[in-house]
């Protein structure tokens, strides 16, 4: 069974800081996908990530993956208030459609 | 405008009845899933449809059915049997295409239990 765990699970941070958030997945996957969801609303895709040592930036926000050692990485830097949401990663494991998500890391970002 | 819509945005459920909620996608996308979120919880997937007609059990499909008549449309139907309804739905969809195959999320019904 995929078992997907992120870390943190809260995050609090200052403006203009850099953090990482961390997503470990049990079995092999042949694609990771980071996802915001703000408070009430539904989920908006960031990044998918297809290949060991991908990576993709968007803004402020840098994803990467390691198929060897089952992570990846979501990287942002200076931060600012309007990152404050929940970020949730998501594995495909060998199915080419079931994801299996972790269970969200929630992002403050304070002034 | 391409998109996902799911209606209700809000639901109440009696005790002892069954409720659907819609979802509909103009994105031609094959693949149709549906999600459950409850407070402060990731997503878990309830069932998924790869193509017309056909339908897969996720990892808590009891209490829930599905069917897939057509491809823009995927019904949810929340049945007495799911004894703790109440949560947040998320449907989604995605495409076969190599290279294309992100999830993407409608709105969400917030399916509350009276």
């Known amino acids: 069974e995929l078992k997907v765990e992120q870390n943190p699970l809260f995050l609090s941070m200052q403006e203009g800081k850099n953090y990482t958030i961390y997503c470990n997945y049990s079995t092999t996957s042949d694609r990771l996908y980071w996802y915001r969801q703000d408070p009430g609303k539904s989920l908006e895709s960031l990044f998918v990530?297809?290949?060991?040592?991908a990576v993709k930036q968007e803004g402020r926000l840098m994803a990467s993956l390691d198929t060897k050692a089952r992570l990846s990485t979501l990287h942002i830097t200076a931060a600012v208030h309007d990152l404050s949401a929940t970020y949730f990663c998501g594995s495909s494991g060998g199915s080419n459609y079931k994801l299996t998500f972790g269970k969200g890391t929630l992002l403050t970002v304070n002034p | 405008d391409g998109g996902i819509t799911q209606s209700p945005k809000y639901l109440f459920r009696k005790e002892g009845q069954n409720v659907t909620l819609s979802c509909e996608q103009n994105?031609?996308?094959?693949?149709m899933y549906w999600y459950r979120q409850d407070p402060g919880q990731g997503l878990r997937l309830i069932y998924y449809s790869q193509i017309v007609n056909d339908f897969q059990k996720g990892d808590i499909a009891e209490g829930y059915s599905v069917s897939r008549e057509k491809k823009e449309s995927f019904p949810l139907t929340v049945t007495s049997a799911q004894k703790n309804p109440t949560a947040f739905y998320l449907c989604?969809?995605?495409?076969?295409?190599?290279?294309?195959?992100?999830?993407?999320f409608g709105p969400g019904t917030r399916l509350l239990v009276l």
């Open positions: 990530l297809l290949s060991n040592g």
């Open positions: 994105l031609n996308h094959d693949a």
């Open positions: 989604a969809s995605s495409s076969w295409d190599p290279g294309q195959e992100t999830q993407y």
